[in-house]
C-alpha cells in the first residue's frame, strides 16, 4: 500500500505556516473552523468576480486570518496588488462591507490587507489557478503544463512538478500525465516546498491540478 500524507501538513511547523491564528475553546472551536471557510470562499468568489487580470496573475494566493479580541484581521497576498478595481464600488471596502454583513461584525472590528508577492509565479495556488482557467479555455494540457514549466522555470536552484488527471482532452478513459524540471525532495520534510491542489471544472469532466513547488533557498 502506498502511504501518503500532505505535503504541507508534514511539513508544518517546520518550513510551513499556518494560515490561520486564533485561540478558541472546544464548543468555539468548530464555528471559528466553519467561519474560516467560509471566508476563504467569499473572498475567492469576490476576487473572481469583480477582480482584472485573474487569469494572469492567477488571483489570490493565500489569505491569513488573525483573531483577537476585538479584531478580524484578513490579510490577502495575490500577484497583482491592483487586483481589485477601486471605482463603482468594487473596491477593498465593498469587499469589507460584504464580509461585514455575512458575519456580523462593525466596520471597526474588521481590517482586510491586501498584500503583493514579490515573485507570483513561485507560488503554488496563483499557478494552479492560471492552469485551471486555460485548461477550462480548451488549451491543449502538454502546452499548457510546459508554460506553466517556463513561467515558474528552475530558478535558485530548485524545481517543480505538475501534475494533471481526468479526461484529458476530451478523451474517454481518465488518465494522469505529469511533467518535472529540477528538484522536488517530497521526503525531506525541512525542504520549503510550496503544494496545492485545484480542479478544474470542464466540459468534459474536473480535472485536477497538483502543483509541488521547491524553493531552495
Not at 471597526?108 to 507560488?123: A, D, S
Not at 491542489?197 to 466540459?203: G, L, R, S, V
Request: charged share 25%; aromatic share 8%; hydrophobic share 35%.
Amino acid at each position: 500500500m502506498g502511504r501518503k500524507i500532505h505535503p504541507l501538513g508534514f511539513r508544518l511547523g517546520v518550513s510551513q505556516k499556518h494560515h490561520s491564528y486564533w485561540f478558541a475553546n472546544r464548543k468555539d472551536y468548530p464555528n471559528f473552523l466553519e467561519e474560516d471557510r467560509k471566508i476563504r470562499n467569499l473572498v475567492e468568489e469576490y476576487i473572481q468576480k469583480h477582480g482584472k487580470n485573474v487569469s494572469t496573475y492567477g488571483g489570490v494566493g493565500r489569505i491569513e486570518i488573525r483573531r483577537k479580541t476585538d479584531l478580524l484581521q484578513i490579510t490577502i497576498y495575490t500577484g497583482s496588488p491592483n487586483l481589485l478595481i477601486e471605482e463603482q464600488s468594487f473596491g477593498i471596502n465593498q469587499m469589507k462591507t460584504d464580509l461585514g454583513k455575512v458575519l456580523g461584525l462593525e466596520p471597526q472590528n474588521l481590517q482586510v490587507i491586501l498584500t503583493g508577492v514579490t515573485q507570483p509565479h513561485m507560488e503554488s495556488n496563483i499557478l494552479a489557478k492560471i492552469v485551471a482557467s486555460q485548461l477550462q479555455s480548451r488549451v491543449p494540457f502538454r502546452r499548457i503544463m510546459k508554460k506553466t514549466i517556463e513561467l515558474a522555470g528552475k530558478r535558485n536552484g530548485g524545481g517543480i512538478k505538475i501534475q494533471i488527471a481526468g479526461r484529458l482532452n476530451g478523451s474517454e478513459m481518465a488518465r494522469v500525465e505529469w511533467a518535472r524540471e529540477g528538484r522536488v525532495p517530497l521526503q525531506t520534510i525541512k525542504a520549503n516546498l510550496s503544494y496545492c491542489y485545484h480542479p478544474a471544472h470542464t466540459t468534459c469532466g474536473v480535472l485536477g491540478i497538483k502543483i509541488w513547488i521547491f524553493k531552495a533557498i
